[in-house]
């Protein structure tokens, strides 16, 4: 094959940021004219690598050719040049602009100097082309998600480019919208454009792609072209990984307690108003670990606040040790012994610029003997710091660390000390390993497993199918706010977990 | 009225650029202060108002540059750094002028450049206000029209705007935010500059310590309750211009003697006061007001 084939190769492409490699030797190749998937697990570095190609990271390795030539890029306005174009998954459209204002800024950059009146007739040219309309001169914050996708599309078309990266372009859109979507992505292959389309749903990559790469753990996988792809397990597998079953992290107890947790017909909605928890109920009792296995934005995180008190709740109720705790807040839950491991370390689990003790001290300043009146006993607290320290082995951390200093593993570590290291009846992990390194996640692991055996239950949220099967003693699979299944952990096999987590019921 | 409105009202469109952009300059205050002291000085050994005026515009500009590496490049707290340098600028500013003159005040050469049109003048009340003024209060009257039309109606304002809205959006249009955040700096340092250098040359005629005594951060509330539009500052410039006058006409004529005069001092920052509350309370700020901007964040 010429290289003339090839919109744009990448080859042997590392990108890591501060505790994580995002991108491993990677080698990518697009051809003209094709939609090319990249399917993968959060994480799995397809962003990363989308950014890379779009001028906004700056690779650490690697090379990359477009047509065939070799181009350093370093910024995205050297990439608009080469004609490659990106529509964020988070739109870059300032919401308080007109379309056309939003279209023209920065058109210059590529050699086009338009007066808005000029954009605005381009604007609906190119959309009647593509088989749809768009008002010009309506504000962005006024059109629905779609028909702002739509403009991100016109955005970089209009712009010239010839490679056209879609960072999970359907997660934002209704299904009818999503067909709508397809056909324009159709069309404009049909023209020549290469397009990336990039997605964590394998039913929507195998309807409209011509080649899929799957990527795991920052690693490239494989490409497959559409008529080698026999099954959808092949690619299943590839997503999720064929090793052997995991190791249990340590002896999940056998015998369950009482019930702790009861949750019954649940539902909440997330931060766009949209019902994210669709009629959740399920139980945890003593000694259970429950793993919620799902990918990321499936209703995961609004469950565990809604659980934890952190989220309102729009209906359903929730029992804690028998008690209807519907509607209490975090500080009420927590006292009850109630602790949330955030998937946010970095925002919502720690204050950065506070220290290493007065982070681990700060939930629960009134219980554990640091409260002298008006005053902190520092002394106390630093003791407790340096007893988690050695207890975690949190390497070349000190009391007075400052939070931020601190590895990505160092920081999840401290988080989940000073969550489970209380005397918590149910800790929700959310999670709890996520970005950290190999030793620091089997710790964790262990340390869960540990709580579970002295009685407490653990809801253990993850996407990770070996964390899922090391620490659980029941699964659950959520997909689309809805829990599509619960399994014993002992008859359930990844592949029953992973169909359900694509929404696939297998026959 | 005009005549006292119009140092604020430059400093006031030049922050209207730099706040747009997505920076909060509390430095103004200092930049106004540190060319109405530099101005004095030039316009004082070259005998020409002129001279002294260009002394200013380059110290503003110089300054701007200046706080553009602390906020922009090395991405300091934009607060902190901004009161620092006003604080620091007053007392720099005191002592040198002490060290330069001791107690004995130069004189002023005469002014340069003022517009005098006798016939329009000699009109009633109104005459003298409008034809009889330095040629630097026309030019701040002038550039207002001329500063919304770029703000609202050219592709330099749009990535002006762009900037405080949303800085990865203006990235990922390939325009570099860090040069369009020095170039809103300098403009915002020139005229902060240009109305220090009016203040000491043309409207007080001399240089004391403290002289903007807040006027700088009188053009940055102005900026806020205009809600960063160039028209709207001037209407809150000739607000604060107007309660000026008219605590000095209280003053001058001798009204009201049983109050005492701090009290009619402090009118145009009550004044000012209270349009904020009024007006301001709805504003929305720009999204990336106040924050420095960084690439890869992950």
Known sequence: ?507 | MLRVATPILLAALGECYVENAGILNLGIEGIMLFSAFTSFLGAVAANSSLIGLLVGLGTGLLLGLILAVLYVTLKSDQIVVGIAFSLSAIGFTSLYFRLLYGTTLPKLPVKEWVVNIPELAAIPIIGRAFFNQPFLVYVSIALVPLFYYILYRTRFGLKVRTLGENPMVADTAGINVFLYRYIVMLIGGLLAGLGGAYLSLYQVSLFQDNLIQGRGYVAIAIVMFARWNPLKILGGALLYGGAEAFAGAIQALGYLRTIPAEIVLMLPYIITILGLVALARRARFPPAFARPYRREMK
């Open chain 1, 1 to 507: 094959m010429s290289e003339k084939e090839y919109a744009v190769q990448m080859v042997g492409i590392t990108k890591s940021f501060p505790g994580v490699v995002a991108n491993k030797k990677i080698d990518f190749d697009l051809k003209k004219g094709e939609i090319h998937g990249l399917l993968g697990e959060n994480g799995a570095g397809k962003t990363t690598l989308m950014n890379i190609i779009s001028g906004f990271y700056r690779p650490d390795e690697g090379e990359i050719y477009v047509e065939g030539k070799r181009v350093k890029m370093r910024s995205p306005k050297d990439a608009l040049k080469l004609g490659i174009g990106m529509v964020y998954q988070h739109f870059t459209l300032v919401p308080e602009f007109k379309v056309a204002e939003n279209i023209l800024l920065g058109m210059d950059v590529v050699g086009r100097k338009l007066s808005l009146k000029a954009t605005a007739s381009l604007i609906e040219e190119q959309a009647k082309q593509l088989g749809f309309t768009v008002n010009p001169w309506s504000k962005v914050a006024d059109l629905s998600l779609g028909e702002q996708q739509r403009v991100e599309i016109l955005k970089i078309l209009l712009r010239g480019a010839k490679v056209i990266i879609l960072d999970e372009p359907t997660s934002v859109l209704a299904p009818v919208e999503i067909s709508g979507l397809f056909n324009v992505l159709k069309q404009l292959a049909s023209q020549g454009k290469s397009i990336v389309f990039i997605t964590h749903k394998l039913n929507e990559a195998l309807e409209i792609c011509d080649r899929i790469t799957v990527l795991r753990t920052g690693m490239k996988i494989g490409t497959l072209s559409r008529s080698e792809i026999t099954s959808t397990l092949e690619i299943v597998r590839m997503m999720f990984g064929v090793e052997a079953e995991p190791a249990l992290a340590a002896e999940v107890p056998k015998t369950l307690g009482k019930e702790v947790l009861k949750v019954e017909n649940l539902v909440v909605q997330s931060d766009r108003g949209v019902d994210a928890v669709k009629d959740v109920s399920f139980s945890i009792r003593e000694g259970e670990i429950l793993g919620l296995a799902g990918i990321d934005g499936n209703g995961q995180k609004e469950l565990a606040e809604a659980i934890s008190g952190a989220r309102k709740i729009k209906s359903g109720r929730i029992y804690y040790k028998g008690e209807d705790v519907t509607g209490l807040g975090l500080a009420d839950l927590h006292s009850r012994g109630v602790t949330y491991i955030t998937d946010d370390r970095i925002s919502e689990g720690l204050i950065q610029d506070f220290n290493l003790a007065e982070n681990v001290v700060l939930k629960d300043f009134r219980k554990n003997g640091v409260r002298r009146g008006l005053f902190i006993d520092w002394k106390k607290a630093s003791k407790i710091g340096q007893e988690l320290i050695e207890e975690y082995e949190l390497a070349a951390a000190k009391p007075n660390s400052l939070a931020q200093t601190l590895s990505g593993g160092t920081q999840q570590k401290l988080l989940v000390g000073r969550e489970i290291g209380g005397d918590a009846s149910l800790i929700i992990a959310n999670q709890p390993t996520h970005g950290v390194d190999a030793k620091t996640t089997a710790y964790i692991r262990k340390k869960l497993v540990e709580r579970a055996s002295k009685g407490s239950a653990v809801l253990l949220i993850s996407n990770d199918l070996d964390e899922i099967f090391s620490c659980s003693n029941t699964i659950a699979v959520i997909y689309e706010g809805k829990i599509l299944g619960i399994l014993d952990r002992q008859s359930a096999t990844r592949e029953d977990v992973a169909y359900l987590m694509i929404g696939v019921k297998k026959a």
